[in-house]
């Protein structure tokens, strides 16, 4: 079944978007999308902790969190309405901010890698985050290949799969790390109902 967000997930998510957006200019759909991948996995492999615990999929210019995405390419976004306006230009959508930046959500850490996040790809092409994304030995790359789809993916004939990121693969070589992340999503889920 599928679990609704909770106010403090949207806030978090929502701001994420309006600080990105806020030093970001101009900010597609596609980057943001690749960037709160970017958010989430940088926060995994650094923390051991995840940022904002969203599912992540397998698509061809994923990995995407696909109701992320769906909100994104609604004509009225749900989840981000307080906080975002997208605007159409020559067919692209781009993202706008609807309010100023609250932090009220986030940790020390977690404002050093928006920072980081921010700093590291605020030139960096969509297309660019992309190739990132799907370098060989990527959580996607991996996945894909492991699952019997990179082929279809990267040649077109498959543009999104069901096909799960496990954000735990990126701490194989880090057993403490790991199993600290694997509780605190476990954790997450577990109280995800009670915050709603």
């Given at each position: 079944?599928?679990?609704?967000?909770?106010?403090?997930?949207?806030?978090?998510?929502?701001?994420?978007?309006?600080?990105?957006?806020?030093?970001?200019?101009?900010?597609?759909?596609?980057?943001?999308?690749?960037?709160?991948?970017?958010?989430?996995?940088?926060?995994?492999?650094?923390?051991?902790?995840?940022?904002?615990?969203?599912?992540?999929?397998?698509?061809?210019?994923?990995?995407v969190s696909r109701d992320v995405f769906v909100d994104l390419s609604s004509d009225e976004p749900v989840l981000l309405a307080n906080y975002i306006t997208r605007?159409?230009?020559?067919?692209?959508?781009?993202?706008?901010?609807?309010?100023?930046?609250?932090?009220?959500?986030?940790?020390?850490?977690?404002?050093?890698?928006?920072?980081?996040?921010?700093?590291?790809?605020?030139?960096?092409?969509?297309?660019?985050?992309?190739?990132?994304?799907?370098?060989?030995?990527?959580?996607?790359?991996?996945?894909?290949?492991?699952?019997?789809?990179?082929?279809?993916?990267?040649?077109?004939?498959?543009?999104?799969?069901?096909?799960?990121?496990?954000?735990?693969?990126?701490?194989?070589?880090?057993?403490?790390?790991?199993?600290?992340?694997?509780?605190?999503?476990?954790?997450?889920?577990?109280?995800?109902?009670?915050?709603?």
């Amino acid at each position: 079944m599928l679990e609704p967000f909770s106010n403090s997930e949207i806030d978090k998510l929502g701001n994420t978007v309006i600080y990105l957006a806020e030093r970001i200019k101009p900010l597609s759909k596609t980057k943001l999308l690749k960037l709160i991948y970017l958010i989430e996995e940088y926060s995994v492999r650094t923390y051991g902790l995840p940022f904002f615990n969203l599912d992540f999929s397998v698509w061809k210019l994923g990995p995407v969190s696909r109701d992320v995405f769906v909100d994104l390419s609604s004509d009225e976004p749900v989840l981000l309405a307080n906080y975002i306006t997208r605007t159409i230009l020559d067919g692209s959508v781009f993202i706008s901010p609807k309010k100023a930046f609250s932090d009220d959500e986030f940790s020390d850490n977690e404002m050093d890698l928006l920072e980081h996040i921010t700093d590291t790809f605020k030139t960096t092409s969509a297309a660019e985050l992309v190739e990132i994304t799907h370098r060989k030995h990527s959580l996607w790359y991996l996945t894909a290949q492991e699952n019997g789809v990179l082929e279809h993916l990267e040649s077109g004939h498959l543009n999104s799969t069901e096909i799960p990121i496990d954000f735990s693969r990126l701490l194989e070589d880090m057993p403490l790390k790991k199993e600290i992340y694997q509780d605190q999503v476990s954790y997450l889920r577990n109280t995800k109902s009670l915050k709603i």
